[in-house]
């Protein structure tokens, strides 16, 4: 629960203006530095800005589905929307942060203290 509120509270760090948590929802196609091209399928954004979904890597054909908590036991993501932010804890370990702009979801990733790169998607 404590990791909850981290990544609610590290969303709501953003000031831009409030979207719509449908916003989110569809397909999105990128790529993140230093992992290579990624997918990212939102098929709902819960009333509590819970994301429902998966993310697809071409590296190793990598999928990991977004559920209740981070897991990597169980291949789970956590995502929580929150006004134009989203924000990821990925099941193989780091943060994503990615602001909605129109049809880009763009932000970094990070890994612990020694990755920090660039995370871009677009809207298929």
Not at 90 to 118: I, K, M
Request: glycine content about 12%.
């Amino acid at each position: 629960m404590h990791r909850r509120r981290l990544i609610l509270a590290m969303a709501c760090l953003v000031p831009c203006a409030v979207h719509a948590q449908s916003g989110f929802v569809g397909q999105w196609q990128g790529e993140v530095e230093g992992i290579g091209k990624a997918r990212l399928y939102i098929t709902a954004v819960k009333p509590s800005g819970q994301v429902e979904g998966r993310m697809e890597f071409e590296l190793k054909s990598y999928v990991s589905s977004f559920g209740d908590d981070f897991d990597a036991a169980r291949n789970t993501n956590y995502g929580m929307v929150a006004g134009p932010s989203l924000v990821i804890e990925s099941a193989l370990g780091g943060w994503y942060h990615l602001v909605l702009n129109d049809n880009q979801l763009s932000g970094v990733y990070w890994r612990g203290t020694t990755f920090r790169g660039v995370a871009s998607f677009t809207r298929v």
